[in-house]
């Protein structure tokens, strides 16, 4: 199993920016693809972004330009740059690990094995 940890949420005015962090801990970091998942309250969780371990990356469509995902395999840490930040962007954001497909990079929520607590994200218009 992986321990994650996010951080970085906050409250935000619209068309600002936040960097969320994701520390991973408890095995190897090697070929685990990570995501980026949000909720809010009523709403399926929705798929943000995911990076392989080679960095390979695949986004939603909704968050494409937007959002940026990266790892610093070093430190065992994904990020989650979002810019020009809405109010639908309001949300609980989950780091997730796909510990059952290395080097796969995608969306599917159900296929990921460990999640984060949550960091929460306003964005006030």
């Known amino acids: 199993q992986v321990q994650l940890v996010e951080s970085g949420g906050g409250l935000v005015q619209a068309g600002g920016s936040l960097r969320l962090s994701c520390a991973a801990s408890g095995r190897s970091f090697r070929g685990i693809t990570m995501g980026w998942f949000r909720q809010t309250p009523g709403k399926e969780r929705e798929f943000v972004a995911a990076?392989?371990?080679?960095?390979?990356?695949y986004y939603a469509d909704s968050v494409k330009g937007r959002i940026t995902i990266s790892r610093d395999n070093a430190k065992n840490t994904v990020y989650l740059q979002t810019n020009s930040l809405k109010p639908e962007d309001t949300a609980v954001y989950y780091c997730a690990a796909d510990l059952s497909r290395p080097w796969v990079v995608h969306g599917n929520g159900d296929k990921y094995d460990c999640w984060g607590q949550g960091t929460q994200v306003t964005v006030s218009s």
């Open positions: 990076i392989g371990w080679s960095a390979s990356t």
